[in-house]
């Protein structure tokens, strides 16, 4: 049974680029949500997708944005790069009914120079 | 919005002792409570969980327990293993169905030493 799986592991950037990452949910989850996780600190929640929409989103600009695909999996578009973006992006995945539990993938650390 | 207080930042054990880590949260209508394990160059495991209807919960050598009215959750891992050493995390979230928006603490970084 296959995890979250993300790519790619890692990337390089310079500032004002966009990039895109990409994430697989574990076999039979409907539910991706993005986290952003810089260097010594916890997680951040960007936003979460479900039935290919937006659901919840936190306090991150309109530079970040997302999309699900009807086969479940998902990307996480960010525009105009800045060197604050620089961190560990998370995906996380869960069945939407009934369990709560949300599963991470390996993060795509993402550089930006 | 929620908040999640941990500590301590970093925790030294020696191999065999009881490490505990504790976090508060804010929101009073949280109603999920993961912990995550997070080792060097990799994405959080989850350890263990409690929903907000539960008071304790054992997983073999790791509890947790809740206490809704002080609004805090503390993680136990006893006959600590050098393998335990990695950052650990806590977490709060409102699950609604669709919603379930977790809100991370700051981690602590457990050392066991032999």
């Known amino acids: 049974d296959a995890g979250v799986t993300q790519s790619p592991t890692h990337l390089i950037k310079t500032r004002g680029q966009q990039v895109t990452l990409r994430c697989s949910p574990k076999?039979?989850?409907?539910?991706v949500s993005w986290y952003q996780q810089a260097l010594g600190q916890g997680p951040q929640f960007i936003f979460q997708?479900?039935?290919?929409?937006?659901?919840q989103r936190g306090n991150f600009p309109d530079r970040f944005s997302g999309h699900q695909f009807p086969n479940y999996s998902s990307e996480l578009n960010v525009n105009a790069l800045l060197l604050g973006d620089s961190a560990l992006y998370l995906c996380?995945?869960?069945?939407?009914?009934?369990?709560?539990?949300?599963?991470f993938g390996p993060g795509t650390r993402l550089l930006v120079l | 919005g929620e908040n999640v207080e941990q500590h301590p930042s970093t925790l030294s054990v020696q191999e065999g002792d009881s490490a505990v880590i504790k976090c508060t949260y804010s929101?009073?209508?949280?109603?999920?409570f993961p912990w995550y394990k997070q080792e060097l160059g990799k994405g959080p495991q989850l350890i263990i969980d409690?929903?907000?209807?539960?008071g304790e919960k054992k997983d073999q050598r790791i509890a947790v327990t809740l206490n809704k009215t002080a609004k805090h959750f503390s993680l136990h891992i006893t006959e600590t293993q050098p393998e335990d050493s990695a950052v650990y995390f806590c977490a709060a979230s409102i699950n609604t169905g669709t919603a379930s928006k977790l809100t991370f603490g700051t981690g602590t970084r457990l050392q066991v030493t032999l």
């Open positions: 997708y479900y039935e290919e929409e937006e659901r």
């Open positions: 409690i929903r907000s209807n539960v």
């Open positions: 076999s039979g989850h409907d539910t």
């Open positions: 929101d009073s209508a949280s109603n999920y």
């Open positions: 996380a995945s869960r069945v939407v009914v009934g369990q709560e539990t949300q599963y």
